[in-house]
């Protein structure tokens, strides 16, 4: 019996470890089907499923392996993320030596390669146009657009019998002085609902920032729709380009005799100054609070804005379409150990923000080491470094001509990634203390440039209505 048993076990292993040496095929198929057998034997089901599905996770993570296709992410998160400083088109083309294959090759797969990324842009594209909250016609409801806030509201009569383009009251005292029916009215009215609760002074004159570049007709159009707007009592004009000027009289001619604001006043840099030059035209500004916009949209909900802005007139008001709107929200940043408490949201569309801050954000670059391509580009900056949460309205904009954007020469997110991972790294350096004194980002003391505590009404509480608003007085 013994010896029956380890028979049995060697005809089970033999056939594992044997070497064929010249036999029939008859021999060959015999001992395949007794090795199968054993094989099966000596596996489960269980072990067998395992290595089917392990097989074909590895199938699949080889086909989507990110650096072998374009994708979304990679266009997003630019060329540089797993390959260095290589592009695509460089990491396509080059052989093990590290040179071209050839040139033909070369131009062959750089071609393929830009094919497909525009195919990739148009898609977008046309994802965007498909969206019914992200484009309004400029030409069905900009004609019809006006403003609900009377113009006797921001122009004095005293100031108004002496005439001339920017005659408007520069002070908030002398708006106390408006006409009588419609400033009366508007302050009664809205005190009653919550928005004005003080004199009519609060409702202050604003100074419009427009930054242009290669889009002349976009400027125009832009200057024509705040017009419609009495609180633009001054539009300041930065036009980036050296090689266009601009002039007031023959580009911004008044399309009326009677309206004397808002004043129009143009400087032509001798530079690109790109995004600072926002911020050191708001320096200039008449009155304490500028609005800032490019020349690439029209901003149709201005109204809301400023309504926005009277009732929180320290705070940063900006606009975007409400895709970009929720993206943004997710780029908040908290920490209440360090006293953080920001979020980014971009400036190009339309923002309202107080004098005061734009004069603190040229101190915290002051009392950086930021070079000088990343001082141009401040809007990247601006509203992280307020350290407070922007109020975000979410609405449709009509877009004018982008064809010249900055987004469309460059690889942009990977750019904005990039500045606000800086931004927020100088940041919360500055707030905690480290890196003060060697190899401080900052300045000794830059603490005092940032806030320190969150402005009210606070983030969970803005879009709520207060007790004392629902209570009639």
């Given at each position: ?325 929720a993206q943004q929200r997710s780029w908040t940043f908290q920490n209440p150990q360090l006293g953080l408490h920001t979020g980014f949201s971009w400036l190009g569309a339309g923002s309202f923000m107080p004098k005061k801050a734009v004069f603190k954000f040229l101190m915290q670059l002051g009392g950086s080491n930021l070079w000088k391509e990343r001082v141009q580009l401040g809007d990247l900056f601006f ?91």
């Amino acid at each position: 019996m013994p010896g029956q048993l380890q028979q049995q076990q060697q005809s089970e292993i033999l056939p594992l470890h044997v070497k064929p040496g010249t036999s029939t095929i008859a021999q060959w198929k015999a001992q395949a089907q007794c090795f199968l057998r054993t094989l099966l034997k000596r596996t489960s089901s269980s072990r067998t499923l395992l290595v089917i599905v392990s097989f074909l996770a590895l199938y699949l993570l080889s086909r989507s392996y990110p650096g072998d296709r374009i994708g979304h992410g990679a266009g997003r998160l630019g060329n540089r993320n797993y390959h260095g400083d290589r592009t695509s088109k460089e990491r396509v083309v080059m052989n093990k030596n590290g040179g071209f294959k050839s040139k033909a090759a070369g131009a062959a797969v750089a071609l393929s390669v830009d094919k497909l990324r525009e195919r990739e842009r148009m898609l977008m594209l046309m994802e965007w146009d498909q969206r019914s909250n992200y484009r309004i016609d400029l030409a069905d409801v900009g004609p019809s657009r006006a403003s609900s806030f009377p113009a006797s509201l921001f122009v004095s009569p005293k100031s108004n019998s002496n005439g001339g383009p920017g005659s408007s009251s520069s002070s908030p005292s002398s708006l106390s002085s408006s006409s009588s029916s419609s400033s009366s009215l508007l302050s009664s009215s809205s005190g009653a609902s919550g928005i004005n609760t003080g004199p009519a002074s609060k409702y202050v004159p604003i100074t419009a920032v427009i930054l242009s570049w290669k889009r002349k007709e976009g400027v125009k159009a832009v200057v024509a729709h705040l017009r419609k707007y009495p609180f633009i009592q001054e539009i300041l004009i930065w036009n980036n380009n050296p090689d266009v000027v601009l002039s007031t009289t023959h580009d911004f001619p008044s399309n009326t005799t009677t309206q004397t604001w808002p004043s129009i006043s143009v400087f032509n840099s001798v530079a690109n100054l790109h995004d600072f030059s926002k911020y050191s035209t708001c320096t200039l500004a008449k009155y304490d609070h500028c609005y800032i916009q490019d020349d690439d949209w029209i901003n149709l909900s201005l109204d809301s804005m400023y309504s926005l802005m009277v009732d929180n007139p320290s705070s940063l008001i900006t606009s975007t379409i409400p895709a970009m709107a929720a993206q943004q929200r997710s780029w908040t940043f908290q920490n209440p150990q360090l006293g953080l408490h920001t979020g980014f949201s971009w400036l190009g569309a339309g923002s309202f923000m107080p004098k005061k801050a734009v004069f603190k954000f040229l101190m915290q670059l002051g009392g950086s080491n930021l070079w000088k391509e990343r001082v141009q580009l401040g809007d990247l900056f601006f509203a992280l470094w307020r350290n407070q949460y922007p109020i975000v309205l979410s609405h449709a904009l009509a877009p004018l001509d982008q064809s010249s954007s900055w987004s469309g020469r460059i690889d942009q997110w990977s750019v904005v990634y990039e500045h606000m991972t800086d931004a927020m790294f100088r940041l919360t350096t500055v707030l905690s203390g480290t890196g003060v004194v060697h190899g401080s980002p900052h300045r000794v003391g830059a603490k005092s440039d940032f806030f320190a505590d969150e402005e009210l009404p606070a983030f969970k509480d803005r879009h709520t209505r207060y007790k004392r608003r629902l209570t009639k007085e």
